[in-house]
């Protein structure tokens, strides 16, 4: 079964500065999606960016960048010029790219992120 | 005009009621699913229906029951409910499975 780790619980960052989220992942398939979402205090979980597996460039949304170590089965998330906006829960998630039952997002346990003005 | 809404947002109820939570979405995804996400805001996959029919039932009591009238709906029913059902529950919508999902607000279950 696939499994997804975040082992930063929480993380600071001062505001203007960048700070990167760790995530990696444990699958034996080849083809897969991963994605980065956040939700802020409001509860909505927003899509902040997303990756393909067969794709060997990194995504990137604005000031939003991953580095994806396909290999490693690192997924890192990027954030520049954090923003006091910025400040919520992270959570980086896996999906196969196979459907059915495997199509569900396999979530980690979430990262806090606070921004410091 | 919102892409995947739920109601109601906030449910506080007592032990032994039946609720449901219903979801709505209007984007022409073809997958819907349910999310329980714990008080230490911990994301699970509960239910996945594609075109109306269920493809993912993860372990979860059958006091829990979800109802697709049509694709663009999933219902949530609960029967029974216990003090351990607290949490906020998730609707969202995806296409062919294969792409991000889009979820709704949540609604927070309070169970008293």
């Known amino acids: 079964a696939q499994t997804v780790t975040q082992s930063q619980p929480e993380m600071s960052v001062q505001e203007a500065e960048t700070v990167t989220l760790s995530c990696t992942y444990d699958t034996s398939e080849s083809d897969y999606y991963l994605f980065w979402y956040k939700q802020p205090p409001s509860r909505q979980m927003i899509l902040v960016i997303r990756?393909?597996?067969?794709?060997?460039q990194n995504a990137t949304e604005n000031r939003f960048s991953v580095n994806f170590q396909k290999a490693a089965k690192s997924f890192s998330l990027k954030i520049s010029d954090s923003q006091l906006g910025d400040a919520a829960m992270y959570f980086c998630a896996y999906r196969s790219a196979h459907g059915g039952s495997q199509g569900n997002l396999i979530f980690g346990k979430g990262t806090k992120l606070s921004v410091k003005p | 005009d919102t892409a995947v809404s739920q109601t109601p947002k906030y449910l506080v109820t007592q032990m032994g009621n039946d609720k449901s939570i219903k979801c709505e979405q209007n984007l022409g995804h073809d997958t819907m699913y349910w999310y329980k996400q714990d008080s230490k805001k911990f994301l699970k996959i509960m239910f996945s229906y594609n075109n109306k029919e269920l493809i993912i039932n993860e372990t979860v009591p059958n006091r829990f029951s979800p109802k697709s009238p049509d694709k663009a709906h999933l219902n949530l029913h609960i029967n029974s409910l216990e003090l351990g059902d607290s949490a906020v529950y998730f609707c969202?919508?995806?296409?062919?499975?294969?792409?991000?999902?889009?979820f709704g607000q949540g609604t927070r279950l309070t169970v008293v």
């Open positions: 990756q393909e597996a067969y794709k060997q």
């Open positions: 969202a919508s995806s296409q062919v499975v294969l792409t991000e999902a889009f």
